[in-house]
T-cell receptor, first 114, second 113 residues
Framework: EAQVTQNPRYLITVTGKKLTVTCSQNMNHEYMSWYRQDPGLGLRQIYYSMNVEVTDKGDVPEGYKVSRKEKRNFPLILESPSPNQTSLYFC?????????????FGPGTRLTVT | DQQVKQNSPSLSVQEGRISILNCDYTNSMFDYFLWYKKYPAEGPTFLISISSIKDKNEDGRFTVFLNKSAKHLSLHIVPSQPGDSAVYFCAASRKYNFNKFYFGSGTKLNVKP
């Protein structure tokens, strides 16, 4: 089954404790991206990657890091989480086809930083 | 400042009637637009898209209309079904930069049986 998986689905942590949210896709997609969803703000793009070893900032990259060492994986790293990073996070992937750029989203990771 | 806006946080419609969800954008460089549907505890799923060279795109019960001069797009669902109850996000992208996407804040649609 074609899918994007994220782990963990739920995470409660404390300020300053480094964490990683993993994202993996099995569709051989070149493009992957991370978003955060906050009430009233919709989804905001954090980072994206066009392919292995190619990453770039989205709209809200501060406080986050990413890496793309393999095509299928795109982890999101919070080196020193803060309460304002409490949010719902989505990973997505896509492969341009016939001029469309629809993205396939993972199920989300709800992060709470206390 | 949000470049894509959905000014109606919620919409309630009777089953069988038309649902119209609206989206406005401010960046005239946007030329590719998408709608996603999101159920609780799931990720968004792609619904329909439109390129700026068109003003209408249909897929079954779903039609997206684009008014470039007004920087406005709308999603029509006809007829609406209870299973359509979800949050709908519109998104936009710029020509030659299909890597960055800008989403609206979403509209929660409730279709009453």
């Amino acid at each position: 089954e074609a899918q994007v998986t994220q782990n963990p689905r739920y995470l409660i942590t404390v300020t300053g404790k480094k964490l990683t949210v993993t994202c993996s896709q099995n569709m051989n997609h070149e493009y992957m991206s991370w978003y955060r969803q906050d009430p009233g703000l919709g989804l905001r793009q954090i980072y994206y990657s066009m392919n292995v070893e190619v990453t770039d900032k989205g709209d809200v990259p501060e406080g986050y890091k990413v890496s793309r060492k393999e095509k299928r994986n795109f982890p999101l790293i919070l080196e020193s989480p803060s309460p304002n990073q409490t949010s719902l996070y989505f990973c997505a992937s896509s492969k341009p086809s016939r001029g469309t750029y629809e993205q396939y989203f993972g199920p989300g990771t709800r992060l709470t930083v206390t | 400042d949000q470049q894509v806006k959905q000014n109606s946080p919620s919409l309630s419609v009777q089953e069988g009637r038309i649902s119209i969800l609206n989206c406005d954008y401010t960046n005239s460089m946007f030329d590719y637009f998408l709608w996603y549907k999101k159920y609780p505890a799931e990720g968004p799923t792609f619904l329909i898209s439109i390129s700026s060279i068109k003003d209408k795109n249909e897929d079954g019960r779903f039609t997206v209309f684009l008014n470039k001069s007004a920087k406005h797009l709308s999603l029509h669902i006809v007829p609406s079904q209870p299973g359509d109850s979800a949050v709908y996000f519109c998104a936009a992208s710029r020509k030659y930069n299909f890597n960055k996407f800008y989403f609206g804040s979403g509209t929660k649609l409730n279709v009453k049986p």
